[in-house]
């Protein structure tokens, strides 16, 4: 891709995050992300095919760089309880940085669209390998986690963390605040049960 193709795919980009967070996606419409691109409509259809490809191509390129993120996060020598904590704290960066809202417009699209899930699937899936090679390190290191498989414990917290984000943007206050608690409890209990296993 030439470097003016580039930058015309990336203006379009741009434009598709600031009107998905401006209007969530049912709504979001492609003339409007020309418009705010300064680009005529057939750029995005050269570029992405659709709506459907370019709102994929969006959570892409937002989900690379946080993936391995926590893939580098997670391969650090520091306790387990800590590499949570900072993934909590990931989170705030990622609700503020306006990543969460769109993976979860990108959720929602995706119950009423199965082509759409079955692309968003695959990325969420890496999410939930980052953690499942967490938990085998973990039972690796401190033996069998109770009555729980590696596999188990990803689950548990991958839908903790999916769960706490839409609570969250609900805009709840309080709810939001007890969310982040909630999901700060579990570091907690990471903590205790490194602590007592050493």
Not at 40 to 56: C, D, E, N, R, T
Not at 69 to 77: E, F, G, V
Not at 119 to 125: A, E, F, H, S, V
Not at 167 to 172: K, M, P
């Amino acid at each position: 891709m030439s470097d003016q193709s580039r930058t015309t795919a990336d203006r379009i980009l741009a434009a598709a995050r600031t009107r998905l967070l401006a209007e969530g996606y049912a709504r979001m419409s492609v003339r409007k992300i020309a418009d705010t691109a300064g680009v005529p409509m057939s750029q995005i259809q050269y570029h992405f095919g659709s709506k459907q490809g370019l709102v994929i191509a969006l959570l892409e390129a937002e989900d690379r760089g946080l993936v391995n993120r926590q893939r580098d996060l997670y391969s650090t020598d520091a306790p387990l309880w800590k590499r949570y904590e900072q993934a909590c704290d990931l989170l705030e960066d990622d609700l503020a940085s306006g990543y969460v809202r769109v993976l979860q417009e990108m959720i929602a699209a995706g119950w009423a669209d199965r082509e759409l899930a079955a692309k968003l699937l695959p990325m969420m899936r890496q999410w939930f390998d980052v953690l499942e090679g967490t938990a085998r390190e973990a039972e690796a290191r401190f033996g069998p986690l109770g009555p729980f498989t590696a596999e188990d414990i990803a689950g548990l917290i991958g839908l903790s963390f999916y769960g706490g984000e839409i609570v969250i943007l609900l805009g709840d206050e309080e709810w939001g605040r007890r969310a982040r608690g909630w999901l700060r409890s579990v570091g907690r209990l990471i903590r205790q049960f490194e602590e007592a296993s050493q």
